[in-house]
């Protein structure tokens, strides 16, 4: 195949992209065992976060990559001759790297589409209300259908059915509340649209899937221990109210929704962790904002050191030269 000076570019980003991204992805999801090891031993809290990093680290990692590395590398020791042949590998790696991301973002698109097409029939059928002592915004829909959840990726939305708001004492009610109001604080919705936005290590593959799983039952716990703040008679409503709801069955699911059950996966876990009152206690110990994204920080302090290391762009030039060929 023969390019021109910038649609080389293009295809060594994306062929760049898949083969860092790629390889660090299969690094990370060799020690998926030895983290998930690890996070059982921390609050729940800091294992959300931790686990949500190391979901985001080889996307990252490659980001660095190639805008500190590769486009700058490109840009400076690239001669802007005419036209030259691309060779088998670069452009099987670029078509896969393309590939993974159009996949992502059809998944995000389907997702983002389901929710809002499923908040607009809330929106017809309930009414806008603030419920008392709440700091979000609730919307009350007239459904017999057991719906408590909270919408909104960055401006946030409580969506309740009446019958939930009719079957829960007024004290379930309040831990419920305040459990899908935690999941607003730590960004939750926003952090499943990441996850579904950001590419696989292959196309069609999902083994950094384990991750993403564990990630949602550790963002529930925390929400749980958020709820409950270190109070056990409150963490005995909530778990009241768990099970209240989850008897009635469940009304909606959605990949960028926090459901307040989270369609009973996990259920009897949160439950019997609930009844723990030392779990509870566990909740009020914060993560500082270091110790939640450290593994992120070091990343980006280890490409900043990379890109100033003299004869780094040089380096990297010559890697693309026989990637390219
Ligand atoms: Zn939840």
Not at 232 to 239: G, N
Not at 247 to 265: H, I, V
Not at 295 to 322: D, K, N, Q, S, Y
């Amino acid at each position: 195949m023969i390019t021109d000076y910038f649609s080389r570019l293009v295809c060594l980003c994306f062929a760049s992209f898949f083969l860092v991204h790629a390889g660090a992805g299969v690094a990370i999801a060799l020690l998926i065992p030895a983290a998930l090891r690890r996070a059982e031993k921390m609050p729940a809290r800091s294992a959300a976060a931790f686990l949500f990093s190391l979901r985001l680290l080889p996307f990252v990692m490659a980001s660095c990559v190639i805008a500190a590395l590769c486009v700058p590398s490109y840009l400076l020791l690239e001669p802007r001759s005419g036209t030259e042949p691309l060779g088998g590998l670069c452009a099987t790696a670029a078509v896969l790297g393309l590939l993974s991301w159009l996949i992502a973002a059809a998944r995000a698109v389907v997702a983002l589409g389901r929710t809002l097409a499923f908040e607009r029939s809330c929106r017809r059928s309930g009414s806008e209300t603030r419920l008392a002592g709440r700091t979000v915004p609730a919307l009350v829909v007239e459904s017999r259908l057991p719906l408590l959840a909270l919408s909104g990726l960055i401006r946030a939305r409580l969506l309740l059915s009446r019958q939930v708001l009719e079957a829960l004492q007024p004290e379930e009610l309040d831990a419920a509340l305040r459990h899908e109001e935690a999941h607003q604080s730590s960004r939750d919705n926003l952090k499943r649209l990441v996850c579904l936005l950001i590419p696989e290590v292959l196309p069609l593959g999902r083994c950094l899937a384990p991750l993403e799983r564990s990630w949602a039952k550790y963002s529930e716990w925390a929400a749980d221990d958020q709820a409950s703040r270190g109070d056990s008679h409150r963490a005995l409503w909530l778990a009241s109210a768990l099970l209240r709801v989850a008897r009635m069955g469940s009304a909606f699911e959605s990949e960028l929704c926090a459901t307040f059950t989270a369609c009973g996966w996990g259920l009897e876990a949160r439950v019997e962790r609930l009844l723990r009152t030392e779990t509870a206690r566990e909740g009020m110990r914060e993560p500082g904002r270091f110790a939640q994204h450290r593994e992120l920080l070091l990343i980006g302090a280890f490409t900043a050191t990379i890109v100033l290391l003299p004869g780094a762009m040089a380096c990297v030039h010559r890697l693309l030269e026989r990637l390219i060929q």
